[in-house]
C-alpha cells in the first residue's frame, strides 16, 4: 500500500512562494509518475502538474504555467512544488498522487491528504 503525506501549505502573501513536498512510502516511487492537484472551497477538483517517473516530462495547468516548478527526488521518495509569485486564486487545498502505471494509465490511484495553501492579497 502506497501512502503518500504532503507538507509545506501555509498562509503567504500575494506574489509570495511556498514549497510543496510529498513524502511517499510503501511501494516503488521510482517507477510512478506523479501529480499535484488542487481544490478550492466549491470549485472542481484541478490537475496542477505532474511528472513522469524519471523527472525528464512535466505537464503544468495554463493557470500555473512559469509559476509552479515540480520536481522528484528518488533517492528521498519525495516530489515537491515549488510555486512562485503566489495570486489569492491558488488558494486550495492541494493533494499529491501516484499514478502506479508509470503514466501509461493517467490513472492516479493514491493520494495524500491533503494540505491546505492560503495566500492573502
Known amino acids: 500500500q502506497v501512502q503518500l503525506v504532503e507538507s509545506g501549505g501555509g498562509l503567504v502573501q500575494a506574489g509570495g512562494s511556498l514549497r510543496l513536498s510529498c513524502a511517499a512510502s510503501?511501494?516503488?516511487?521510482?517507477?510512478?509518475?506523479m501529480g499535484w492537484f488542487r481544490q478550492a472551497l466549491g470549485k472542481e477538483r484541478e490537475r496542477v502538474s505532474t511528472?513522469?517517473?524519471?523527472?525528464?516530462?512535466?505537464y503544468y495547468a495554463d493557470s500555473v504555467k512559469g509559476r509552479f516548478i515540480i520536481s522528484r527526488d528518488n533517492a528521498k521518495n519525495t516530489v515537491y512544488l515549488q510555486m512562485n509569485s503566489l495570486k489569492p486564486e491558488d488558494t486550495a487545498v492541494y493533494y499529491c498522487?501516484?499514478?502506479?502505471?508509470?503514466?501509461?494509465?493517467?490513472?492516479?490511484?493514491?493520494w495524500g491528504q491533503g494540505t491546505q495553501v492560503t495566500v492573502s492579497s
Open positions: 511528472i513522469n517517473w524519471s523527472g525528464g516530462s512535466t
Open positions: 510503501g511501494g516503488t516511487f521510482s517507477t510512478y509518475a
Open positions: 498522487a501516484a499514478d502506479t502505471s508509470g503514466g501509461v494509465s493517467g490513472i492516479y490511484v493514491y
